[in-house]
C-alpha cells in the first residue's frame, strides 16, 4: 500500500490523516491549541504549541501504519498567519491569527482609497484586518520595537517548514492571501511591501505548491529520505478536497468559521473587493468569501442560553419550529465579519423577538441565520464566477440532518456531501500524489471523495425565498450603526 499523510495546520488544531492512493483515510490524529484572547480584537497562538501538535499528530498517525509504506507528506495550513522572527530565529511575536482584528482601524483608512484599490486589484486579497498586510501596518504601529528587530516575517507553516528543516519557504497559495503577493507577477508586490515595511530580504522564498525536500531534522519514525511537500493554504485545498476543482462547482465549508469558494482558469478580481482570488495550481484560481461566523456561533448559542448536548441531540428541541422561526431573524455577527460586510465592527442581533419566542425559536434562528449570511456570500460568488450547478459542503455541520437541509433549503441549490470531512487535509494529499506521479492529475480526486450524500431543496425553500429579501433589508439596515456601537462598547 502506497501512503501520503496530508498535515492540516488549523486554527484550533492540527489534524493530520494517512491516506492510501485511492483517498481512504488509513489512520488519523487531531492535536488542539488554545486561542490567546487577553485583549480586545487580539487573537494570538503559540508557534511551538503548534508545531508540537504537528509532531504529535504525525507520530501518532505514523505508529497505527507501516511507516515504510509511506511515499510523502503534504502540509495545509490556515490563512493569514504573522509571525515576526529576529535574527537567531526565535520568535518575536505569537501567531497573529486570522482572527486578530487590532489592525481595523488601518484597514478603514485604507479600504476606500485609490491606493487600497490598487493593493486589491494586484492582490486579490480584501482590505481587512484578517490580511498580514493590515498586520503589519499595525505592529509597525503598535510594537516599533519589535519590528526594528524583524529578520524574518513569515507564517505558521513556514515556522513549521522552518523547524522541520531549516530555510524560509512559502508556497504561492498562502503568499496570495498575505496581501503582500501580485496575482499578476507571481511575485511580491512592491507597492504593498512598502506600505507594510517590509523587504523581501524578510519574506520567505516563494515556491510552488509542489516543492519538496528530503532529510527532515525532526525525528518523526519516517526514513530521512521520505518527502515532504510545502502544500498549500487550507481554503484552496479544501476546494480540492471536495473534488470542486472545476470551474461550475462551489465548495462550501463551515467550521469554527465557514467559507464559500469556486475555481476558475484566469484570475477574477470582484470589483467591489468583497471577494478574494488565490492560487491553487497553474490555471487553477478559487475565488470567494471567508465568513468569521460559523461554527463558533453554534457553540456560543450552546454555552448561553440552550440545554447542555451537541447539535444533532438538540434536533428534537428546534424541529418543531416553523422554517421562519416565527419571523425572528438573527444577524450572526458575533466576531466582526469578513464576506459578506467585510467590518470588523459588526456586531450580531436578534431582531422580530416577542413575548412568544422560546429557546428553541432563537436556536432555529441562530442557524437560519448563519445560513442566510452564506447565502449572501454566495450570491457574491455567482455575480463574478457564474450561478452553480452544485455545492459540495462539508465540515462538522454536515452532522446534523437539520442543519444540511436547512442550508440546502436557503441556499436553494442541490448540496453534495462527502463522508469525509478532512477535506483540507486531502486536498494536501492530492498534491504530493501529483508530483509523486501516483495519480495523473488532480482532477482524479473526483474518485476519491468516497460516497456522496445528495439533498435538494425541500418544501421550505419556498418560505425562506420570501423570508431572503426581509434578512437583506435588516442586515442593510443596521450595516451602518456597528462602528458607533463598538466604539461605545471599547469605551
Known sequence: MAIVIGVDIGTTSTKVVAFDQNGQAQASANHGYPLIQTQPDMAEEEPETIFDA??????????QIDASEVNGISFSAAMHSVIVMDAQNQPLTRVLTWADNRGAKFAEQLRD???????????????????????????????????????????????????????YVQDYSLANATGLFDLKTQDWFPQALALAGV??????????????????????????????????SDGVLSNLG????????????????AAIRTVVEKPVVEPDGKLFTYYLAPDRYVVGGPVNNGGVVWQWAQDTFLPKGDLPALEQLITPVK????????????????????????????????????DATMARAVLEGLCFNL?????????????????????????????KQMLCDILNVPIKLPDSFESSALGAAVIAMQALGMISSLDDVQQMVGSTTTLTPGPNAAEYQRLWPIWQGMNAQLAGTYQALADFQRQ
Not at 54 to 63: I, T, Y
Request: proline letters at 7%; a positive charge.
Open 199 to 232: 523587504s523581501t530580504d524578510q519574506l520567505p522564498r516563494l515556491v510552488a505548491p509542489t516543492y519538496h525536500q528530503t532529510g527532515m531534522q525532526v525525528d518523526l519514525g519516517l526514513p530521512k529520505a521520505t518527502p515532504v511537500f510545502i502544500g498549500a
Open 54 to 63: 504537528v509532531c504529535l499528530g504525525l507520530r501518532e498517525v505514523v505508529s
Open 323 to 358: 422554517a421562519g422561526a416565527d419571523g425572528l431573524l438573527f444577524l450572526p455577527y458575533l466576531g466582526g465579519e469578513r464576506a459578506p460586510l467585510w467590518d470588523a465592527d459588526a456586531r450580531g442581533s436578534f431582531i422580530g423577538l416577542t413575548k412568544q419566542t422560546t
Open 113 to 167: 482609497t485609490p491606493q487600497g484599490r490598487v493593493l486589491f486589484a494586484h492582490t486579490g486579497v480584501p482590505i481587512h484586518p484578517m490580511s498580514p498586510l493590515i498586520k503589519l501596518m499595525w505592529l509597525n504601529h503598535a510594537m516599533p520595537a519589535v519590528m526594528a528587530q524583524a529578520a524574518h516575517v513569515i507564517g505558521i507553516k513556514d515556522y513549521v517548514w522552518f523547524r522541520l528543516f531549516g530555510e
Open 242 to 257: 471536495v473534488a470542486a476543482q472545476k470551474p461550475g462547482t462551489v465548495a462550501l465549508t463551515i467550521g469554527t468559521s
Open 375 to 403: 447565502k449572501a456570500v454566495l450570491e457574491m460568488v455567482s455575480a463574478v464566477a457564474g450561478q452553480p450547478t452544485v455545492i459540495h459542503a462539508t465540515g462538522g455541520f454536515a452532522r446534523s440532518q437539520l442543519w
